[in-house]
């Protein structure tokens, strides 16, 4: 059983920033992979980034690709989304998820493919 809190999310101005991150508790954290979420009102979940267990690799959805930065550290057990640029439309709840990795270098975008999640932080765009 793994445990995820998210926090860091909040307020902010038109292309400003955030860093929202996700205490794990319960495993061995470098077993996991990571990844972020969000869902905004009226509109189904979307993937935003995410990482292996060993962080070698990553992956972005489209919509943040180059402005958002995904990373771990597993001596903490906390995952990181640095939020830069920040738009309007990111306004959302975000959600970090986590699942046993088969592969520590594998990556998933799919949120089905996660077995433990968040219960989500705001992070509105004003």
């Known amino acids: 059983q793994v445990q995820l809190e998210e926090s860091g999310g909040g307020l902010v101005q038109a292309g400003g920033s955030l860093r929202l991150s996700c205490a794990a508790s319960?495993?061995?954290?470098?077993?996991?992979?990571m990844g972020w979420f969000r869902q905004a009102p009226g509109k189904g979940r979307e993937f935003v980034a995410a990482?292996?267990?060993?962080?070698?690799?990553?992956a972005y959805g489209d919509d943040v690709r180059g402005r958002f930065t995904i990373s771990r550290d597993n001596v903490k057990n906390l995952a990181y989304l640095q939020m830069n640029g920040l738009k309007p439309e990111d306004t959302a709840v975000y959600y970090c998820?986590?699942?046993?990795?088969?592969?520590?270098?594998?990556?998933?975008?799919?949120?089905?493919?996660?077995?433990?999640w968040g219960q989500g932080t705001q992070v509105t765009d004003t």
């Open positions: 998820a986590t699942k046993p990795a088969l592969i520590n270098t594998y990556v998933y975008n799919d949120g089905s493919q996660y077995t433990y």
């Open positions: 990482i292996s267990g060993t962080s070698i690799s990553t």
């Open positions: 319960g495993s061995t954290f470098s077993n996991y992979a």
